[in-house]
């Protein structure tokens, strides 16, 4: 996964709860086979008046100028601020990757919905839990001057300005395995290698308990399913 | 010991290694894949020189991006008409080609929605931990099984480890009591719960589903139930083994056989929670007291009985739940206060991995049994679960139902549920679906969703409108 340390950006609000990941990357844009090319299709729906197509110039296409990432001044946000059970619905990581390949570094939100929160955890993306109250003032106070915020993920802490450590911050939890792996940029996949021998052994002991676990592979599967009423 | 949960117990048989930190290594007995979320977990395997640790526990299929017309279903993956949708489905055939893992293609009779024909086959089994880099994987806890959706970078953890790294969810008891009314099914159990506790009540859980109403449910009706978890913001739902599990795997291609039945069974028959198990949270609901539901929003908790009306937005306290209503009926096109029964529609869809198994057909094709589709409707789909359930729904005649109501009869695949293939909508098309979400553009550019059960899909059919499935029958 890729570091994350601290990150210093312009916050832009998108002041609505439930946000599902199908307005996040709407489905089009999911017969692709590669992880970018997402970033210009980010919230498509609500960027844009027309009906995205997977591939397209997008340069040409008439924008929603009443949408918060359509107005000059949000354009050079990297932090996005949002309502409860962020992420919601489908699992597609398209999401995650169309968040970062847009410029986004951090999202903030009273909540997330589990699987969105790992598919950001796993691409670098911090997501970040603020009490619901301070959601609220940050929305209205990002909706009426430039606010920008520093993320310091070593403190677990949000400051206004720049350099962290202001009289005005928060703090936020987030697991020490998280953390640290963000921290690290760690590749997780590697950290569970660590455990090859402790994984042979329990598959060794499972299949002696559950020796009909791959009795019948597929492979070997009849065609059709005896019928039932 | 202290008494366990059904998830305490299912968490337990698969713990590889346990952190300081309370992070774990579980183990993944079944790892089903398809085209949409895999490509790129399987070009990071190559990239990172890796292979998959245990291919008998893959199993992959085509479903999302794919054609349900016959015209397009008899030449394979060639056939495929759509350019993008064929390079993805091509790309699934390929990896699961080079990485030695078992694939259903497209021409494939065993080839369906991953999630319908996982459990047909006794490819997924009770006690199993089962993933998919798809939300809706938590359809597979109806079997006793620890079953939820992944994101692709964790398609790829699996793929190379058999594991995942995490950490133990909370415990949530959700108990259905009553006896269900005429006309009213699992999927209504399902969307009263989510209307009544919201989108978010299972974050961060794992929800079993007991109570009486739950045990007299098929498996099939179950499968629904633990669908719906995820529209509840749970990753997994769960309901315990009984007889009635233990019936419906029993004789499946891949079930355990001969001696291993016996063992099998034994062990089954302790995937329950403890009588004194603790739970983080309960909830009861009277299933009695549920009628029929309907969505009208764009999110699944924006749903009501039938008889009721659209909810006026002035009338909610919360500024930002009265934000989300106005929005939701501006996208919706609805007037507050107007009766659900009063929406006319366009399309009806009955399909997904919610609503397409076989006693889902034979419930809507009950209520259509003689009928005709209302002449005001454009089209109406009926798309099987698989091609299992499409050939089982043929040979009781319930294709030659919907043929003489004047609906389409389709081949296997998700289909309008998500629109990734033609199957969507445009632009304001208003659609009564069995399927599982009505967020905004979810089945189309500006289509406009409203969720149901397979019943009340055909009810939607023969009115051209919603309507009230209890007064046709």
Redesign the interface.
């Given at each position: 996964?890729a570091e994350f340390v601290r990150h210093s950006g312009l916050v832009v609000p998108l002041?609505?709860?439930?946000v599902?990941t199908?307005?996040i990357i709407?489905?089009?844009f999911?017969?692709?086979?590669?992880?970018t090319g997402f970033g210009v299709h980010l919230f498509d729906?609500l960027r844009y008046l027309d009906?995205g197509v997977?591939g397209q110039d997008c340069s040409q296409r008439e924008l929603n100028s009443t949408f918060p990432l359509n107005e000059p001044r949000y354009r050079d946000a990297s932090i996005l601020l949002s309502?409860?059970?962020f992420g919601?619905?489908?699992?597609?990581?398209h999401a995650?990757w169309a968040l970062l390949e847009y410029g986004f570094r951090c999202v903030i939100a009273p909540?997330f919905?589990?699987?969105f929160y790992?598919?950001c955890v796993?691409?670098g993306l911090l997501p970040v839990v603020l009490a619901e109250a301070e959601v609220a003032v940050l929305m209205q106070r990002a909706a009426a001057t430039p606010l920008r915020l520093c993320v310091d993920l070593a403190a677990r802490c949000v400051s206004v300005g720049e350099e962290g450590a202001t009289p005005e911050h928060w703090d936020f939890e987030i697991?020490?395995?998280r953390r640290d792996c963000l921290l690290r940029g760690v590749d997780?996949?590697a950290?569970?290698?660590e455990?090859e021998e402790?994984?042979r052994a329990?598959?060794a002991r499972?299949l002696r308990?559950?020796?009909?676990?791959?009795?019948?592979?597929?492979?070997s599967?009849?065609?059709?399913?005896?019928?039932?009423s | 010991m202290a008494k366990q949960t059904l998830y305490d117990k299912l968490w337990a048989a698969h713990l590889v290694h346990e952190r300081d930190d309370n992070v774990a290594l579980i183990y993944i007995d079944r790892h089903l894949l398809h085209e949409v979320t895999s490509p790129q977990a399987f070009a990071g395997l190559r990239h990172a020189g890796r292979k998959p640790w245990q291919p008998a526990a893959c199993l992959a299929m085509v479903d999302h991006a794919i054609p349900t017309e016959s015209a397009q279903r008899g030449s394979g993956t060639a056939g495929i008409r759509d350019e993008l949708s064929r390079i993805q489905v091509k790309a699934l055939d390929d990896n699961c080609a080079d990485f030695g893992i078992e694939q259903f293609a497209l021409d494939d009779p065993r080839q369906g929605i991953v999630h319908v024909v996982g459990p047909e086959l006794g490819a997924v089994l009770p006690g199993m931990t089962i993933v998919c880099g798809d939300s809706h994987t938590s359809t597979h806890g109806a079997l006793g099984a620890l079953a939820f959706g992944i994101g692709t970078s964790e398609v790829e953890h699996v793929l190379a480890t058999q594991c995942l790294l995490q950490k133990k969810m909370g415990n949530m008891r959700v108990c259905f009591e009553g006896e269900l009314s005429a006309g009213v099914s699992s999927k209504d159990m399902a969307l009263a719960l989510i209307g009544h506790g919201g989108s978010s009540l299972g974050v961060g859980c794992a929800v079993e589903f007991v109570g009486e109403t739950v045990r007299s449910l098929s498996v099939e009706g179950r499968m629904t139930l633990c669908n719906m978890a995820v529209e509840a913001g749970a990753r997994c739902g769960l309901v315990a083994v009984d007889q009635c599990t233990l019936d419906y795997v029993r004789g499946r291609p891949m079930a355990p056989r001969a001696a291993l039945w016996p063992q099998a069974e034994h062990a089954w028959r302790e995937l329950h929670s403890d009588a004194d198990a603790v739970y983080d949270s309960e909830l009861v609901m009277d299933a009695g007291a549920i009628a029929p539901q309907v969505s009208w929003g764009t999110a699944p908790d924006m749903v009501a009985a039938v008889d009721a009306v659209v909810p006026d937005p002035a009338r909610e306290a919360d500024p930002a739940r009265r934000a989300q209503l106005e929005q939701a009926l501006q996208y919706m096109g609805l007037e507050p206060d107007m009766a659900l029964t009063d929406i006319p529609l366009d399309t009806v869809f009955i399909g997904s991995c919610t609503n397409a198994r076989i006693e889902d057909l034979r419930s809507a094709a009950a209520v259509l049994r003689g009928r005709r589709k209302h002449p005001s409707l454009r089209r109406a789909l009926v798309v099987p679960g698989s091609g299992q359930v499409r050939r089982q729904a043929e040979s009781e005649g319930l294709d030659q139902i919907f043929l003489a109501a004047g609906m389409e009869w389709r081949e296997a695949g998700c289909s309008m549920c998500l629109g990734m293939n033609d199957d969507y909508l445009s632009p304001g098309e208003r659609c009564a679906s069995t399927s599982n979400r009505n967020f905004e553009g979810r089945q189309g550019f500006g289509g406009r969703t409203h969720l149901l059960s397979p019943a009340m899909a055909a009810a939607a059919t023969i009115h051209g409108r919603i309507a009230d499935v209890r007064e046709l029958l």
């Open positions: 996964m002041d609505r709860i439930n599902d199908d307005l709407p489905k089009q999911l017969k692709s086979i590669q992880r729906s009906e997977l309502g409860a059970n919601c619905g489908s699992s597609r990581e995650a909540s919905s589990d699987i790992n598919n796993n691409n697991d020490d395995f997780d996949i950290l569970s290698l455990q402790a994984i329990f598959e499972r308990e559950a020796p009909w676990l791959y009795a019948t592979p597929a492979s599967a009849a065609a059709s399913v005896p019928q039932r | -």
